[in-house]
């Protein structure tokens, strides 16, 4: 009996052993997004909030590009985060949503309605930086199911190991320092970027094969608005503001009309520009495509009070739970902005 005890101990041992060097390979070997490509960080560092947000914005780079929560908290006292990320699908977004909710109790959900333009799976190396960083729960697998391109296995998103295992010539030591714990690149999901190059020229855009953005993402529209009622949360569609890529009317009058039929608030800041004062020679850091933090800061001033003046929002900065993580952050912000 001793002898049967005993092998089966080894046993389990050996099993412990070989989880667990299989889980540090796949720790190591999987991209960190740390110094490049570090919108790939954005979904996970939102599992480190503490405290509940009475705006979510969801969305692609013109989220965590152009909207700064630091603004927002810091003029209005609204308590606000990003869970933006590289060409993040409608779908995406809504799984995003979905995975929030879990713990969180937001009022008012943002969407930024660029990606709607794609009715279909776009990038397995987008996916990977949306999806990755997700918690386990049923809104990543439906996104892992409603994301794959062709080519692309379930099975290598469940166990990254699989494949990102050719990485091991590619190590650096980023790739060992980050091992159990990645430095925060975002300031509450926002990407803060100083650089500053004007627009130059305004391409002519392509016509359009179809007038109409496709049938699948207005669906998809229509099951994150569902979401959001069902949550007793005010739903906000937005355009931000950009040159490029270009943004067609067509495209507008169906988010006007579908915003129109649902009694909801949209806002096409492209032709708001004057008003919110974003200047192309000195806001933009990427001629035209997204704002530099002044531009973002002159977005999210104007935008705010608009928000205030929509919908019944809590000042936080009346609460010293808020106040402590907030300054803090803000505090951070203001440094990155002196030395970037």
């Not at 190396?125 to 994301?147: E, F, P, V």
């Amino acid at each position: 009996m001793k002898a049967v005890w005993k092998k089966w101990i080894v046993a389990g041992i050996a099993a412990l052993l070989t989880v667990g060097l299989l889980w540090a390979a796949q720790r190591l070997v999987m991209p960190k997004y740390q110094s490049s490509s570090i919108e790939g960080s954005l979904t996970e560092e939102y599992y480190r909030e503490t405290l509940n947000h009475d705006v979510l914005f969801i969305g692609d780079c013109e989220v965590f590009s152009n909207f700064s929560p630091m603004t927002l908290y810091r003029e209005y006292g609204i308590a606000s985060y990003i869970r933006g990320s590289a060409q993040q699908l409608v779908w995406q977004s809504y799984a995003l949503l979905e995975d929030a909710l879990v713990t969180d109790s937001p009022s008012v959900v943002v969407f930024n309605v660029l990606a709607l333009k794609y009715g279909e799976p776009q990038s397995e190396a987008y996916n990977r930086m949306t999806i990755d960083g997700m918690r386990w729960g049923k809104a990543k697998i439906d996104a892992i199911q409603s994301s794959m391109t062709d080519g692309e296995e379930a099975i290598t998103y469940v166990f990254p190991l699989l494949r990102f295992h050719d990485r091991w010539s590619e190590l650096t030591v980023e790739d060992f320092r980050c091992f159990f714990e990645k430095e925060p690149v975002s300031f509450s999901g926002y990407l803060l970027r100083t650089e500053v190059r004007p627009v130059t020229q305004t391409p002519t855009p392509a016509p359009l094969t179809d007038p109409h953005l496709p049938q699948t993402s207005m669906e998809w529209l229509e099951k994150l608005y569902t979401l959001c009622e069902s949550h007793g949360i005010e739903l906000v569609l937005v355009k931000s503001p950009s040159i490029v890529p270009h943004w067609y009317d067509e495209w507008d009058a169906d988010i006007v009309a579908f915003a129109n039929s649902h009694g909801i608030w949209y806002t096409n800041t492209i032709a708001q520009n004057d008003e919110i004062g974003i200047d192309y020679e000195t806001d933009t850091c990427d001629m035209g495509q997204h704002l530099n933090v002044a531009g973002a800061e002159k977005l999210s001033s104007w935008f705010g009070a608009e928000l205030l003046r929509r919908y019944d929002l809590p000042d936080r900065r009346t609460d010293d739970a808020y106040t402590a993580v907030w300054t803090e952050q803000i505090e951070q912000y203001e440094r990155a902005k002196a030395t970037e």
